[in-house]
Structures are given as C-alpha cells and as structure tokens.
C-alpha cells in the first residue's frame, strides 16, 4: 500500500503564495504521474497540475490548467517521493481543498492513490 500525505495549505491574503506538498510513503513503488487537483465548496473536483515521469531528467513533463498558468508550478523531487505545488500571485478565487493524486507502479501494476486533501484559503 501508498500512503499519500498533502500539507502547506493554510490562510493567506490576495497576492500571497504558499507551498504544497505532497508525500508518498510505503514499500515497493515508483512513481508515475503527480496530479493536483482541488475542489471548492459546491463544485467539482479539478486538474490544477501534473508531471509525469516523461522527460524526468529534465524534471518531468507538466501540464497546468488554464487559471494557474504563469502563477503555480509543480515539481517533484524523485528521491523524496514528494512533489509539490508552488502557488503564487493567490486569488480568492483559488480557495479550496487541495488533493494530491499519485499513480505509481507496484508489483508491475498501475494504481491511483490520494491524499486527504489540505485546505487553502485566499482572503480578499
């Protein structure tokens, strides 16, 4: 079993930037794909990010949605088994629990897992 851990949410103002990350623990995996995705009250979850193990020597491939591009960047750190969220330029609009989505490999198959989620909240 992968346990996934997310934390670095927490209260900021407009503008501000905060730092997510997200742990994964357990024995015998290997990560694929690190997904951040964030649900606000009364609406579906969605993609915030994702890097993918493609390209890892450079660090990985991303992709962001369109309401983060040019303010949030996501990065891994292999030898962690973390990844993380850098969220900058913050706006209310941003708030919402924040979940980590991990897909790695054990034992030759393919499983998901999440996180608990971690909370984010943008004051205007």
């Known amino acids: 079993q992968v346990q996934v851990v997310e934390s670095g949410g927490g209260l900021v103002q407009a503008g501000g930037s905060l730092r997510l990350s997200c742990a994964a623990s357990?024995?015998?995996?290997?990560?694929?794909?690190i997904e951040w995705y964030r649900q606000a009250p009364g609406k579906q979850r969605e993609l915030v990010a994702g890097i993918s193990s493609s390209g890892i020597s450079t660090g990985g491939r991303v992709n962001y949605a369109d309401f983060v591009k040019g303010r949030f960047t996501i990065s891994r750190d292999n030898a962690k088994n973390t990844g993380y969220l850098q969220m900058n330029s913050l706006k209310p609009e941003d708030t919402a629990v924040y979940y980590c989505?991990?897909?790695?490999?054990?034992?030759?198959?393919?499983?998901?897992?999440w996180g608990q989620g971690t909370q984010v909240i943008v004051s205007s």
């Open positions: 989505r991990i897909i790695a490999t054990r034992m030759e198959n393919t499983y998901q897992y």
């Open positions: 357990g024995s015998t995996f290997s990560i694929n794909s």
